[in-house]
């Protein structure tokens, strides 16, 4: 090697050396991450299927001229994790109703946890309302559904999901689930004299991840 290649043979050394070992470093991440994304194709987690099993309202009153609604619900939602060889962890999970698009209840925290492969998870909550402002529009085609003892609410629960494969667990994932409720009067069973609606099917719920 002449001096104009390399004026300090111990300094080419040392480069050669760096260059090796950053090669080295970065054909292992690049293996690591081609692995991850393999595993992660044949895998390829399916979406938790959601129920809403049941839906109960005890209280559903809207103050008269004010447009404020005050509502008492129980729901019951069940997932199950499709998947054969990928687990869950439900990290934050809340559940409200929602009625033509506009919320008619605060947010209810589920329990969090895992979920293995195949299991079923079953949640069971209350929901609230108080004094809720609704839309003018939305108060009179409330008070007519109820006049006409049917009633279309969406029970709704959104959080946030990780995957676990093997020892590795994926980053957070954004978890929205949306059931619709169909409610029908039951009369005798509601707060004082107001009557209360029941669900009347087992409702599928569409998920997004």
């Known amino acids: 090697m002449s001096a104009k290649d390399c004026g300090n043979h111990g300094h080419c050394q040392r480069r050669k050396l760096c260059r090796r ?3 080295a ?7 690591v991450l081609v692995v991850i994304l393999v595993v992660w194709l044949v895998l390829r987690p399916s979406k938790p299927k959601f129920y809403l099993k049941d839906t109960s309202i005890f209280q559903l009153n809207l103050t008269a001229g004010a447009n404020l609604l005050t509502a008492v619900m ?8 499709l998947n054969d060889r990928v687990g869950i962890y439900y990290d934050e999970l809340d559940a409200f109703a929602a009625y033509k698009g506009q919320r008619i209840t605060a947010s209810t925290a589920l329990p969090t946890g895992y979920q293995g492969h195949d299991d079923v998870v079953v949640w069971s909550a209350y929901l609230y309302g108080a004094a809720v402002a609704v839309a003018p529009y939305l108060a009179v085609s409330l008070n007519q559904d109820r006049e006409a003892g049917l009633l279309l609410v969406y029970i ?18 954004h978890l929205q689930a949306n059931c619709p409720a169909f409610l029908a009067i039951d009369n005798g069973k509601g ?5 209360s609606f029941h669900l009347q099917r087992i409702s599928s719920c569409s998920v997004d991840v």
């Open 21 to 23: 070992l950053f090669a």
């Open 191 to 195: 707060s004082g004299s107001a009557p």
């Open 74 to 81: 129980q729901v019951t939602l069940a997932s199950r994790n």
């Open 156 to 173: 709704k629960a959104e959080g946030r999901l990780r995957w676990k494969v093997g020892t590795w667990i994926s980053g957070h994932y």
């Open 25 to 31: 470093v970065l054909t292992f991440i690049i293996v």
